[in-house]
């Protein structure tokens, strides 16, 4: 198992290979400072995750992310960002990676987000999507943690509980319950599920 990390500049990698080394210590990792070289590197290999910084010249460019999540797959890929950018956000989302996390965040986060993606799911902050709620099925648009999370808010558990009795981190619990509100377009975890019980009457 391994974990691509994308990056031009050195420091950068230096400090994300850090960081999986923590929250993923049973991976290795490999690092490539360009598409061209991540390709190379993508060759005959099923990635558990690649790491894609979006602020990286030829990532940006096109194909570049494109071309990246069409080889990785069915490996997840999460883009990375010098800063929100709600243009690259949709990008990414559209070439298919399962994930965006602005550099400006927290190491908890971006380590959250890392989790979260590896476990199937997806993390993209709030981006002004269209305000017209899911009329029919937004439950099917839920990842199966997501729905199991979905499930657990429904019997009233806090977000510690869940952690526990599902054996991740609280930060990674917090991230589901979020993607459950977007696609709820709920305002709190109790509107989540009133909408949810409502889809199945």
Not at 120 to 142: A, Q
Not at 155 to 161: A, I, S, Y
Not at 163 to 175: D, Y
Request: aromatic residues 4%; neutral net charge; charged residues 25%.
């Amino acid at each position: 198992m391994c974990v691509l990390l994308i990056d031009d500049e050195l420091f950068c990698r230096s400090v994300l290979d850090d960081l999986i080394s923590t929250r993923l210590p049973e991976v290795s990792t490999l690092a490539a400072g360009s598409v061209a070289e991540a390709l190379d590197k993508l060759e005959g290999v099923t990635p558990t995750l690649v790491l894609a910084d979006f602020s990286s010249a030829d990532v940006f460019g096109r194909p570049g992310i494109e071309e990246i999540v069409a080889k990785a797959r069915p490996g997840p890929v999460l883009t990375l960002d010098r800063r929100m950018a709600p243009a690259h956000a949709r990008r990414a989302r559209a070439a298919g990676a399962r994930g965006y996390v602005p550099k400006t965040s927290s190491r908890e986060l971006i380590g959250a987000a890392v989790e979260l993606v590896v476990a199937g799911g997806e993390y993209y902050p709030d981006l002004g999507r269209d305000p017209e709620p899911h009329r029919h099925g937004w439950t099917e648009r839920l990842t199966p943690r997501q729905r199991e999370i979905l499930r657990l808010l429904a019997q009233g558990r806090t977000n510690g509980e869940i952690a526990n009795e599902l054996g991740v981190a609280l930060p990674t619990v917090k991230l589901h319950v979020r993607g459950v509100l977007q696609a709820a377009q709920a305002r709190n975890r109790t509107e989540a599920v009133v909408k949810a019980r409502a889809e199945l009457v």
